[in-house]
């Protein structure tokens, strides 16, 4: 809402209208004919009617109260700030130099009212102006901020300055940020003020712009800063520990790291790249200790808020300061009419209430009644419960009796009875919503003052059917906060930063089985675009007895395939395993890929062909694989009898080849180590892993040593399946 104020720099001093009387006309008219100084005084009595009447139009019906203003007036006479007693929480008393020292900043004499009531406005500043006599600018300010301001006999830019301050500033900047952006403009002069209000109009007024950023948080968003916090203290240490372990294994499993473990017994020596940049053993439980190290220390520096407003640290006597004025006000009198609230009572209904409570005062088990009419706020001294009020009041004043507050600027009424014999709990529950709360639902309001007076008047009606105890009782009234505990935000690592933490680790461990899937996923992709030979140190576990023709065309082609990027990566100069061959294993490595592609005729796409068949895909398989152990170095001529997939052999060893119905035969065979280790264990078991091939008939099995073609040979070495598989390639 705009402020309220003089527009376009045209300030000007109410002067009050005089009236005009029959004494002011010159003392020749008095001779003049009784009927023409009746007509005179008809004509001035009109005037008059007509501007009460359009002067009784003009002003609110909230107008400043008389007393109100009266008694600000002597405040400001004393002082030219002054601050209420009733927000000791939002603006303490204390302040008081802090507004002084800013008003004198705007270079004109300034008279700042910090009150708790904002409602009066203009008005208030007029009569309080009017009494107090003196041109400046006239301030009022609220818990909020500047609400209204007006220039009394100088040239001042009030009305710009609250329009800037209203404008620029968000809505918790706070009364004493509030009154400093005001006091800032107002020094500036009319035409920069004027330039700067029309500018904050535009940019924020026009509904387009955006509103200023609030200063402050409250406790719901410290509440969602402490869950985050949680959730990122646990979350991000665990999933780097449990992505790191699953990384590391899913990269094993590329076909990369396959290619260039599988032909090495030592991976670090085949790979010393890798081996390199393996990360040390508890670098990454340092990396996720430091991480969580990192997001509790920025969360503290980026969460450092601590108060929830712009409220003042007030002091003791801040706090007692409007306790201290209202119990000496009723030692005085029994109905106690706050100065600086508009006044809800006339002095009709202040009399018979001041009968009605010496009547209690003198009936049986009655007492002595003190009414308060105060304003209760969430910023006063009781944060807001006129219960704390009462019970304050009346360990201040040490005297039993009834203890009512009057709310004149909400209209509650509250009561409760210290000493005597009357019903707490009936007063407390059982008090009509109409006399405690007023009859809005009628019209009641402000205008009327909530009709405190006829309302009290019910009160007291209700006071003397309240049933009467056997004992003198008093309520127990829970304190208030503390002032420091209003706007003050819990610590960060507390509230839901523990549930957070419970959080963080579901969300860690969802984090990283989504990312095990899609590692799964594309992992799984890229090995069936790109397959890997399966490593020479788990051959004879994986290898089967009786390879399937898709197994072994399947197989073929990867193994050919990669033998085949080996050669090309060293033709391009590039070395994947981090050594060069010797000369000879050169030449070795070449004719085994020499005599697999001869098998294929020149042609790696053949190996899908039907007529290929699965004896000369063993041997490509063999082939390709004694050529990548060469280019690593080992020329080992010799594969397992047995099964030749099962790899290179370790030792030479008698074994048994028949079946338990069959002649018994045995021959001197090179053997792969689980081959020698059950030949020797259990050599009875040993035919059952000598390879069978697919025959011609269905559901044959043939021994691989009894196909035609050159792969027989491969039990006598591997130069010899070379030499058989170039006869064979030119006999074909």
């Not at 025959?695 to 039990?715: D, I, S, T």
Request: aromatic content about 6%; some cysteine.
């Amino acid at each position: 809402m705009r402020p309220r104020g003089l527009r376009d720099g045209r300030y000007a001093r109410n002067v009050p209208a005089t009236a005009i009387t029959p004494y002011d006309y010159d003392v020749r008219h008095e001779a003049r004919p009784d009927a023409r100084r009746k007509y005179v005084l008809a004509l001035v009595l009109l005037l008059l009617s007509a501007l009460l009447t359009a002067t009784s139009t003009a002003i609110p019906a909230r107008a400043a109260d008389t007393t109100q203003a009266a008694h600000l007036a002597d405040r400001l006479r004393t002082n030219p700030v002054y601050v209420t007693d009733q927000l000791p929480r939002e603006i303490p008393q204390s302040t008081t130099s802090d507004f002084a020292r800013l008003a004198k900043g705007t270079g004109v004499p300034t008279y700042v009212l910090v009150l708790a009531d904002r409602h009066t406005g203009e008005a208030l500043l007029g009569a309080v102006h009017d009494r107090l006599g003196r041109d400046g600018v006239y301030v009022l300010v609220d818990n909020v901020g500047v609400t209204d301001a007006v220039a009394y006999g100088v040239r001042a830019p009030a009305d710009d300055a609250a329009t800037v301050t209203s404008y620029e500033l968000p809505y918790d900047a706070g009364p004493l940020k509030s009154f400093e952006r005001f006091a800032e403009v107002v020094a500036l002069g009319g035409e920069k003020a004027a330039a700067r209000a029309e500018a904050a109009r535009e940019k924020h007024g026009s509904g387009t712009g955006e509103d200023p950023e609030p200063l402050y948080i409250g406790p719901t968003d410290r509440d969602n800063q402490s869950f985050l916090t949680g959730i990122l203290l646990v979350g991000v240490p665990l999933l780097i520990l449990l992505l790191t372990t699953f990384v590391r294994r899913w990269r094993r499993r590329l076909p990369s790291a396959r290619t260039a473990n599988s032909d090495a017994a030592d991976p670090d020596a085949a790979n010393p790249d890798a081996a390199a940049s393996r990360v040390p053993r508890g670098a990454v439980t340092g990396l996720a200790l430091l991480a969580a190290v990192a997001i509790a220390l920025g969360s503290w520096l980026t969460f450092d808020q601590t108060t929830s407003s712009a409220a003042q640290t007030s002091t003791a006597a801040d706090l007692s300061a409007r306790i201290d004025r209202v119990a000496k006000g009723l030692r005085q009198d029994p109905v106690y009419e706050d100065p600086e609230s508009p006044r809800v009572l006339d002095a009709e209904q202040r009399d018979q209430l001041g009968r009605r409570i010496e009547e209690f005062g003198r009936s049986e088990d009655g007492g002595p009644i003190y009414l308060s009419v105060v304003p209760t706020m969430s910023g006063d001294e009781s944060d807001g419960n006129a219960d704390v009020f009462a019970s304050a009041v009346y360990k201040k004043l040490g005297r039993d009796g009834v203890y009512v507050v009057a709310d004149p600027l909400e209209g509650d009424i509250s009561v409760l009875s210290y000493g005597l014999r009357l019903d707490n709990n009936h007063l407390t529950l059982e008090l009509p919503d109409s006399i405690g709360a007023g009859d809005h639902s009628a019209g009641s309001g402000k205008s009327d003052g909530y009709r405190l007076g006829e309302r009290l008047d019910q009160l007291m009606t209700f006071l003397d059917k309240t049933p009467r105890t056997e004992e003198p009782n008093s309520p127990d009234v829970v304190p208030s906060r503390e002032p420091i505990d209003t706007h003050a935000l819990p610590p960060l690592f507390s509230g839901d930063f523990w549930p957070g933490l419970i959080v963080g680790a579901v969300a860690a461990l969802l984090g990283s089985t989504l990312v095990a899937v899609v590692l799964g996923i594309v992992g799984a992709v890229l090995r069936r675009r790109n397959p890997a030979p399966v490593p020479t140190t788990v051959l004879p576990l994986e290898a089967p007895t009786d390879p399937p023709t898709a197994y072994l065309r399947r197989t073929a082609r990867t193994e050919l395939g990669t033998l085949a990027r080996e050669f090309t990566d060293r033709d391009g100069h590039c070395d994947p395993t981090g050594t060069a061959p010797a000369p000879e294993a050169s030449i070795r490595a070449w004719d085994c890929f020499d005599a697999a592609m001869l098998l294929v005729d020149g042609d790696i796409g053949a190996l899908s062909d039907d007529d290929m068949q699965p004896a000369s895909l063993v041997a490509v398989i063999v082939l390709a694989r004694a050529g990548r152990a060469a280019l690593t170095g080992n020329t080992n001529n010799f594969c397992c009898g047995l099964n030749p997939l099962h790899g290179p052999a370790v030792s030479r060893h008698h074994v048994r080849i028949s079946g338990p119905t069959e002649t018994v035969r045995r021959r001197m065979l090179p053997v792969c180590e689980v081959c020698r280790d059950t030949a020797i264990v259990e050599p009875g078991a040993v035919h059952t892993l000598r390879m069978t091939l697919p025959g011609q008939e269905r559901h044959e099995r043939v021994p691989y040593e009894e196909v035609e073609g050159p792969l027989p040979a491969v039990r006598d070495g591997i130069l010899q399946l070379i030499d058989h598989v170039r006869e064979f390639a030119s006999v074909r």
